[in-house]
């Protein structure tokens, strides 16, 4: 990929050649629908980026040419500069946030393309916004921006430019990632803190489902309700500060099906912790079984599961696989597994052949590797 966009950055904007920067994707292995309740995610950096190489112009003026979309854009660097090409917003985006928040930025040429599958669940966008972010502020600002400042500015492009209202798991992963290390995040306190993550004799591997249900109501603002009427009937801010014995004691208050939404948010803050623990001891077999626990509560508790998604967990299940689930807001998207390599072509071939049996089309399998974030190439 680097001599690729390095070929086509000479062919579009001459010599000199510029820095060349990437950021990756990302993983959650387990904390779902935490985040909002002010729990823990404990997401980790994948070996599929964005990769870009970027070179000062001296003007106000971005120039970017997207290989995968095979588009050029160029645009200025005031508010009513923004380009209509979607992919252009995040970078124009993440210009604008460092821009508002006192950072430099100055005309640039850009080439970038990616191999991060998008909108599958492994955040192409963040990986996206964090690429520039780094760059940028490796560029004009003498890297003076806090990092935890660049995943701000590309959760801010998200909001602001992007229309999509998302918390910080997926551009912290981005920044932050560390090979061979999954991140916990405490989305309260935005704490965190790394765990060694090197399965030796195990493969992580997405199984995408292809599907997404879309829903009539928002089921993720019923969520969310769920767990805040809870949260004030305990009488506590969010539900990372409730237990199952605080739960119980206002189980007649409450209907069913918010006790069941509350009870996993609670369960799953405890697999988060426990998963951690497991880690320190290399002790995988615990790792999976909390992912199959986290799965069964999405899909029996939570209630975000969906036919195709609840199949590949059972096919998983019997082939042995060590863990699995659902990863993501459910109702669609990927499953996460954790398979024994000699496990792992009888289970691709088990989950693929099955799938296409039943659903008429083959899932996607994504390998992934825990590797680095944002970081300068050359
Ligand atoms: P994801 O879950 O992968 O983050 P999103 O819909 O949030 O999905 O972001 C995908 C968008 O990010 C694409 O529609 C595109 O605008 C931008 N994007 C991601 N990867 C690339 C790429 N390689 N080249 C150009 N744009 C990209
Ligand atoms: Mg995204």
Redesign the pocket.
């Known amino acids: 990929m680097q001599e690729k966009i390095s070929r086509i950055f000479k062919e579009k904007f001459g010599e000199p050649a510029g820095n060349i920067y990437a950021s990756a994707?990302r993983i959650n292995l387990i904390g779902e629908h935490t985040d909002y309740n002010g729990g823990f995610v404990f997401p980790g950096a994948i070996d599929k980026v964005?990769m870009a190489e970027i070179r000062p112009n001296d003007t106000d003026t971005v120039r970017v040419y997207?290989?995968?979309?095979e588009e050029y854009v160029e645009f200025g660097l005031r508010e009513e500069d923004a380009p209509s090409?979607?992919?252009a917003?995040?970078i124009f985006g993440i210009c604008r946030e460092i821009i508002k928040r006192g950072g430099t930025v100055r005309g640039f040429d850009t080439v970038?393309?990616?191999?991060?599958?998008?909108?599958?669940?492994?955040?192409?966008?963040?990986?996206?916004e964090s690429c520039f972010a780094f760059a940028l502020n490796d560029l004009f600002n003498d890297n003076k921006i806090d990092k935890f400042e660049l995943v701000l500015i590309g959760q801010a492009t998200?909001h602001n430019y992007?229309g999509?209202n998302?918390g910080i798991m997926?551009q912290f992963a981005s920044v932050f990632g560390k090979k061979d290390n999954l991140m916990r995040l405490d989305c309260r306190s935005r704490e965190y803190e790394y765990f060694p993550f090197h399965p030796k004799g195990y493969k992580l591997v997405l199984v995408d489902s292809r599907v997404k249900h879309e829903l009539a109501d928002s089921p993720y603002n019923k969520r969310r309700e769920s767990c805040e009427r809870v949260a004030r009937a305990l009488g506590v801010e969010t539900l990372r500060d409730a237990d199952m014995d605080m739960l119980l004691n206002v189980k007649d208050k409450i209907s069913d099906e918010d006790f069941n939404r509350a009870k996993f948010v609670i369960e799953e803050k405890e697999r988060v912790l426990a998963v951690c623990d497991a880690l320190l001891r290399d002790d995988y077999d615990t790792v999976g079984e909390k992912m199959y626990e986290t799965h069964q509560g999405l899909s029996k508790d939570y209630e975000v599961s969906c036919e195709e998604l609840d199949y590949l967990n059972d096919v998983a299940r019997e082939c042995g696989v060590t863990g699995s689930r659902i990863m993501g807001g459910g109702f669609g998207g990927c499953t996460i597994n954790l398979v024994k390599d000699d496990l792992y072509d009888h289970f691709i071939k088990e989950a693929t052949d099955r799938f296409e049996a039943k659903y008429g089309h083959k899932p996607q399998i994504y390998d992934v590797i825990i590797s680095d974030g944002a970081r300068r190439i050359s």
Do not use: K
Request: glycine residues 12%.
């Open positions: 994707g964005i997207s290989i995968d979309i090409q979607s992919w917003r995040y970038f393309a990616g191999n991060v599958p998008l909108g599958a669940g492994l955040s192409s966008s963040a990986a996206l998200e992007c999509v998302c997926d």
